[in-house]
Structure formats: structure tokens, C-alpha cells
């Protein structure tokens, strides 16, 4: 229940699918609830540094580090972006990232180092 606990909410806002859930609950029910936590903090360090690289190969750090820099700002407006059911040739793709390996490499990185210690 701990490991995918939080996943499950993402997914339900259709931020994750749900293998990520299903393989945060095998890494819970392998590690226990102490070092599923762990695991799970892990995963989360390491997917954001596997967003900042693919924010980084796309080169759109710097503007999406400006955009998150400007949120709460009260006279700066956003614009929207109208969805379409079918994207033009011209617009850009949705960026999209896989949070499988993120979750098995903080499993792995927890596993050993717990075996470490």
C-alpha cells in the first residue's frame, strides 16, 4: 500500500499508467513498507533528473525553468493552448517520459545500499 499509494493518485489525475502503479506495487511487496518508501523517494530523484536530461536534449530547460519560475506570479497571464482531438504538422509534441525506469533504478539504488549499510 505505501509504494503505489501515491502513484495510484497520479494515475488517476492520467499522469501515470498503470504499469508504473502495478510495478511500484511488486517493488512493495518485494522491499516491505520501509524500504518501498525509500525506493519510491529514489524513483522520484532520479525522474527528475531524467526529465531535466530530456528537457535538456529537447532544449526546452530553460523556457520550461522560466514557466515554472512564473507560476504565482499575479500579473504575469498564461496562455492557453486550445486542445485539439489532432495535432497540425507544425505543433509541437507533448512530451511524454517513462517513469518505469525511474522507479527500478531507485529500487536498485536503495536495494544497494541498504546491503551496504
Known sequence: IV???VLLLIHMGRGL???????????????GPRLAAVSMLCGAVFGGLIALALLMRRGQLLSEFFSLCLI?????????HTESPERSPGAPATMTMPYGPAIGIGALVTVAVYALL
Open 3 to 5: 509504494a503505489p499509494g
Open 17 to 31: 499508467g498503470m504499469g508504473d502503479v502495478k510495478l511500484a506495487m511488486a517493488l512493495g511487496a518485494f522491499l
Open 72 to 80: 504565482g506570479i499575479p500579473f504575469v497571464k498564461a496562455r492557453r
